[in-house]
């Protein structure tokens, strides 16, 4: 009898935490409890034939030296330690001295058929740094000897690429040396060769970096992007396979200047993940478009005033369930399991 009470007074305990989670989010959990480093941003996540694998920047802080890459998998439903598969290091004096820089946004995509690709930037600041890719053949077990991109290829520079009917790998991406400038480039046979296009014409001064991708019925790509001036997410579509972009211009979305991303689901429908506010990083919010102008809120992941829950990720999975991940608190990632077929749509404030 006691130990029913006790099932039962826990059960009564729990309900409250799964009656407060937004309808459509199965599961949330922190990718890891306890790691070897104080702060982590900057998430990626991908679906491999042996499960998820995650990627993220930790270290003291973001841009301090120590900042490394590193990986974790779902094995077994639980996620695997962290491991740093990158550090930065970039040779050692014959006096000792190890010449380091950090490591900032890894981008995970996994070829068809084909080794899982990491793709991350290495360097002082945003607008010093350069890109590299490393490659795992054994799902994120072991990874290849990071390889630095040919100059001014950054790859990806935060959200996902997206393989294209062409066999072409389309890389949203951007650049800060010269103003925050969006822009795409292109790989045929997984970063050995690249295209790259022309900064896409900003009319609005919004300066737009780390753009995501959707893809519509009609063949036509369409980017979103976040802005440093624009107080909202602005956008650009292609009718050509990423080839040329129309000028950049503002969505409805309220925008703080902060990481976004998105994913077109199979049914058609386009899913975001952002910060539904003009100032600081919190909340984090779902969003559900049909045609990639008109947004409906989904759900409010996580509201807290003066927190930061940023940087999201955001794939489907085979099995028509959607992963995000983002950055808690710069102390965890967060990751949520999420049924798409159960969300329930109310207007955007």
Same mark, same amino acid.
């Given at each position: %009898?006691?130990?029913?009470?006790? &099932? ?22 922190? /990718? ?19 499960? *998820?694998?995650?990627?993220?920047? !930790? ?37 000792? +001295?190890? =010449?380091? =820089? ?13 080794? $899982? ?7 002082? &600041? ?22 630095? #991109?040919?100059?001014? @290829? ?7 690429? /997206?393989? $294209? ?8 991406? &951007? ?28 009319? @609005? ?7 995501? *991708? $959707? %893809?519509?019925?009609?063949?036509? *790509? ?48 386009? $899913? *975001?993940?952002?910060?539904? +506010?003009?100032? !600081?990083?919190?909340? @984090?919010? #779902? ?37 995000? +991940? ?6 965890? /990632? ?16």
């Amino acid at each position: %009898m006691l130990k029913a009470c006790w &099932s039962l007074l826990l059960a009564v305990v729990a309900m409250p935490a799964l009656a407060a989670e937004p309808a459509g989010v199965v599961e949330r959990e922190f /990718i890891y409890e306890t790691a070897p480093f104080p702060e982590c941003h900057a998430s990626t996540i991908a679906e491999t034939p042996q499960g *998820l694998v995650a990627s993220w920047f !930790g270290g003291q802080y973001e841009k301090a030296k120590d900042v490394g890459i590193w990986v974790s998998r779902l094995q077994n439903g639980k996620w695997t330690a962290p491991v740093e598969v990158a550090n930065g290091i970039q040779y050692t004096s014959v006096d000792g +001295t190890v =010449h380091r =820089h950090p490591c900032w946004n890894p981008v995970l995509h996994q070829q068809p058929g084909g080794p $899982l690709v990491l793709f991350f930037k290495v360097g002082p &600041s945003p607008d010093t740094w350069w890109g590299e890719v490393m490659q795992s053949e054994d799902h994120g077990v072991t990874w290849s000897t990071p390889r630095r #991109l040919p100059e001014t @290829i950054m790859g990806p520079v935060k959200n996902k690429a /997206i393989l $294209l009917k062409s066999g072409a790998l389309l890389c949203p991406t &951007s650049s800060e040396h010269d103003g925050w400038k969006t822009h795409f480039e292109m790989t045929s046979d997984l970063g050995k060769t690249w295209t790259r296009t022309p900064a896409v014409e900003d009319p @609005i001064n919004a300066g737009a970096i780390q753009p995501t *991708l $959707l %893809m519509h019925p009609d063949g036509r *790509l369409q980017a979103l992007a976040r802005s440093r001036t624009a107080k909202a997410i602005v956008e650009t579509f292609s009718s050509d396979g990423g080839q040329t972009w129309t000028p950049l211009a503002k969505t409805s979305l309220p925008h703080p200047n902060s990481g976004i991303d998105a994913v077109t689901l199979k049914d058609g429908r386009h $899913l *975001l993940v952002y910060n539904h +506010t003009p100032k !600081g990083r919190s909340p @984090i919010n #779902l969003a559900v478009s049909n045609d990639g102008k008109t947004w409906k809120s989904a759900a409010v992941l996580e509201v807290e005033p003066g927190a930061e829950f940023s940087y999201p990720a955001i794939i489907q999975t085979a099995d028509g369930l959607v992963h995000i +991940t983002y950055t808690w608190k710069r102390k965890k /990632i967060t990751h949520l399991t999420v049924d798409p077929s159960k969300l329930q749509l109310t207007d955007l404030p």
